[in-house]
C-alpha cells in the first residue's frame, strides 16, 4: 500500500476549536515527514493549518494558533481534515465557511473530522448520507440532525468511502495514524507512531 506521493493536507482551525483536535493530527503528519528525514527519505507532506481570514484563532482552551493562510489563498488539498470544539455549533451557521468545506471537499483524496467537527462534514455535505462517529457527549445531538445515515459511538473511527471520521479529542490521533498509512503505508505509520512515542497507557493504569 505504499505510495510516495507527496500531499497537501489542510487543517481547518477557528475560534474555540479543540486544541488537540487537530494539533494531535498535525503532530502526526509532520512526524512522518521527520521520520523520513531520519531515514534519508525525501518525500514530504505539506501540512497547512487554514482559518477563515488567515488571522489567529483562539481556541477552546485558550491556545492561540496561527494560520497558514485563509480560505481564499488556501492550495488546492489532497487530505481535509476539521477538529471539534464549541465552535463547530458556531461554525454551522457559517455560509461562507460551509460553502467552501463543501467545494473543497469534492477534489480531496480524504476527508476527515476529529469529534464534533462531524459537524461540519455531515451539514456541508461530505459526510451527508454516511456512517460517522463523534465525542460521545455529541452522537445523540448528531443523530437528531438526521444528516448522517449513522452515528457510531464507542469506537475510535469509522471509514466511509473517503471520509473518516473519529471520535472524541485524542481519537484524532489514532484517526490520522490510520491515515497515514493509507497513504504512505502501514511502516510508516509504525515509524512515526514510534517517533511520537505514542503508546497510551492511561495513567492510573500506568502507574509503577
Same mark, same amino acid.
Request: net charge neutral.
Given at each position: 500500500?505504499?505510495?510516495?506521493? %507527496? ?31 531520519? %531515514? ?6 505539506? *501540512? ?6 488567515? !488571522?489567529?484563532?483562539? $481556541? ?8 497558514? $493562510? ?22 454551522? %451557521? ?6 467552501? *468545506?463543501? !467545494?473543497?471537499?469534492?477534489? $480531496? ?5 476529529? $469529534? ?11 459526510? !451527508? ?30 471509514? &466511509? ?12 490521533? &489514532? ?11 502501514? %511502516? ?21
Amino acid at each position: 500500500m505504499s505510495n510516495i506521493k %507527496n500531499r497537501t493536507i489542510g487543517i481547518l482551525i477557528f475560534n474555540d476549536a479543540e486544541e488537540l483536535d487537530f494539533v494531535g493530527p498535525y503532530e502526526v503528519f509532520t512526524m512522518s515527514n521527520e521520520v523520513n528525514g531520519w %531515514n534519508g527519505k525525501e518525500g514530504r507532506d505539506k *501540512v497547512v493549518l487554514i482559518s477563515e481570514d488567515g !488571522k489567529p484563532v483562539t $481556541c477552546a482552551k485558550g491556545m492561540v494558533v496561527s494560520a497558514h $493562510c485563509s480560505l481564499a489563498d488556501a492550495p488546492a488539498l489532497d487530505v481535509l481534515l476539521i477538529p471539534g470544539g464549541q465552535g463547530t455549533r458556531k461554525e454551522v %451557521n457559517n455560509a461562507k465557511l460551509m460553502a467552501w *468545506v463543501t !467545494k473543497v471537499a469534492q477534489n $480531496c483524496e480524504w476527508v476527515t473530522s476529529v $469529534c464534533t467537527g462531524a459537524l461540519l462534514l455531515t451539514a456541508a455535505g461530505p459526510a !451527508k448520507g454516511k456512517r460517522v462517529t463523534t465525542h460521545w457527549g455529541f452522537t445523540q445531538t448528531l443523530r437528531e440532525r438526521k444528516e448522517a445515515s449513522e452515528v457510531l459511538e464507542n469506537i475510535r473511527y469509522v471509514r &466511509d468511502g473517503n471520509v473518516v471520521t473519529a471520535a472524541g479529542v485524542s481519537a484524532g490521533i &489514532d484517526m490520522a495514524l490510520w491515515l497515514l498509512g493509507q497513504m504512505h503505508g502501514e %511502516n510508516q505509520a509504525r515509524l512515526t507512531q514510534r517517533g511520537m512515542e505514542y503508546d497510551p497507557a492511561p495513567p492510573y493504569t500506568a502507574a509503577v
